[in-house]
């Protein structure tokens, strides 16, 4: 069982334990579930952002503790006032860190896009995300069968909200791309050996259909890498650990995003 399979075998636990303890009424009870979403597309397609999705990650399987301390407020802040596009907040906890309280914390404080980085495989967890001030949300096609990724899309749609799907290779992509999904994201990291490889981004660069927004994400470390995936057509890049391996995270995207 590799680390992906492990992850899905506890979420399905744990949100049949959610749905118990918070059923879909008072999810949809909610004052963000009824407030209008903020479009992570047109964030990310203007020229006055840099294109980055800056994401606060406590933790993550492969590098164990990164931040586990740090400030949502502060961290979310300084993340959008030195210029990124979005943010990507993990709600994870197992294996990240991360809780619904940390979402709603960027959402209190943070009039953006905020995407809400979870291992989503059921529709509580999107009237959830909704209902916590999430604008986007993820799926994972590694995860997912396409049938799953065309019905949690449609769902999400149905709500207001935008979807960040998340491939891995030429088959993902290729196998989810009548979903109508306007936002395509291309990991990097291998989630079942957890390898990074910046080429994948480039070879699917070429199998990308032009009406979608294409982002790239995980092992994006400097900012001549920016420029170069631009040239591949990329207007997204999901950064997160290159962030939070600092003490102040949002200062270190203040620089990175003034040397972009």
């Not at 059923?23 to 294109?51: A, C, H, I, M, N």
């Not at 960040?164 to 109508?180: F, K, Q, T, W």
Request: charged residues 25%; neutral net charge.
């Amino acid at each position: 069982m590799n680390i992906l399979d492990k992850i899905v075998v506890v979420k399905q636990k744990e949100v049949e334990e959610r749905k118990s303890l918070y059923p879909v009424k008072l999810l949809e009870s909610s004052l963000y579930f009824s407030s209008p979403t903020v479009s992570l597309k047109k964030y990310l397609l203007r020229p006055d952002k840099s294109g980055i999705i800056a994401e606060i990650k406590r933790k993550s399987p492969s590098k164990g503790d990164i931040n586990p301390y740090v400030s949502i407020e502060r961290t979310s802040i300084g993340y959008m006032q030195a210029g990124a596009s979005a943010l990507s907040i993990l709600t994870d906890k197992d294996f990240f860190g991360g809780s619904a309280d940390d979402l709603k914390v960027a959402r209190k404080f943070n009039f953006c896009p905020i995407l809400r980085k979870d291992f989503i495989i059921d529709e509580y967890q999107i009237i959830e995300a909704k209902s916590i001030g999430a604008d986007v949300i993820l799926l994972i096609a590694a995860i997912l069968t396409p049938e799953q990724v065309k019905q949690l899309a449609a769902f999400a749609m149905s709500l207001g909200m935008e979807v960040l799907l998340e491939v891995h290779d030429e088959a993902e992509l290729h196998a989810n791309m009548d979903a109508g999904i306007a936002l395509v994201g291309v990991n990097n990291r291998n989630l079942k050996t957890f390898e990074v490889d910046i080429n994948t981004s480039k070879r699917l660069s070429e199998l990308m259909p032009k009406e979608v927004v294409a982002v790239s994400e995980s092992g994006i470390d400097n900012p001549a890498l920016i420029k170069e995936l631009k040239t591949f057509g990329y207007k997204g890049f999901l950064i997160g650990e290159t962030f939070m391996k600092n003490s102040r995270p949002e200062l270190a995207a203040k620089e990175f995003i003034a040397q972009l």
